[in-house]
């Protein structure tokens, strides 16, 4: 307890000491005006002039601008998309078996359609007909399209 009061007294003692010695000193004025003249008197045999730049030494870019360091990725060709055929315009609809002759009806919008295996129905062919699906083709492209019938 004792040593932090003389520690205490002594940083006391040093502030005022400080505040004392800096009210006592001359103020620097006179050094201020005297190195002012000097550098004025240097600065007459300079010439300024060549201390200006032109044109031809400006940079050619600017060296604070925004970098980017990412490596460049070059752009990927466009592959055009392989044409689809468009979803088929089929409903089932039913079978009618009558004196052992199948025959198998579609709904395309609101027109009842008979078909037959190798029959063409605007851009459709018919395949095959079986219990479960039947088999078109959409001519244009040539795809392959089945109408399940469960």
């Excluded at 002759?101 to 007909?129: C, H, P, W």
């Amino acid at each position: 307890m004792m040593q932090k009061r003389r520690i205490a007294i002594a940083v006391g003692a040093a502030v005022l000491v400080a505040g004392v010695v800096a009210g006592r000193e001359r103020p620097a004025i006179e050094l201020v005006e005297t190195r002012a003249a000097a550098v004025q008197s240097a600065s007459d045999g300079i010439d300024l002039e060549k201390l200006r730049r032109n044109e031809a030494t400006l940079p050619l870019n600017d060296p604070f601008a925004m970098r980017n360091f990412a490596p460049r990725q070059e752009p990927r060709p466009v592959q055009e998309a392989k044409p689809t055929a468009p979803p088929l315009p089929f409903k089932y609809f039913g079978k009618l078996i009558e004196g052992g002759k199948t025959e198998t009806f579609v709904m395309q919008g609101d027109e009842l359609i008979s078909i037959a295996a190798g029959q063409k129905i605007g851009e459709y062919r018919v395949d095959r007909i079986s219990e479960a699906s039947i088999a078109f083709t959409y001519l244009p492209l040539r795809t392959q399209q089945t109408l399940d019938l469960q």
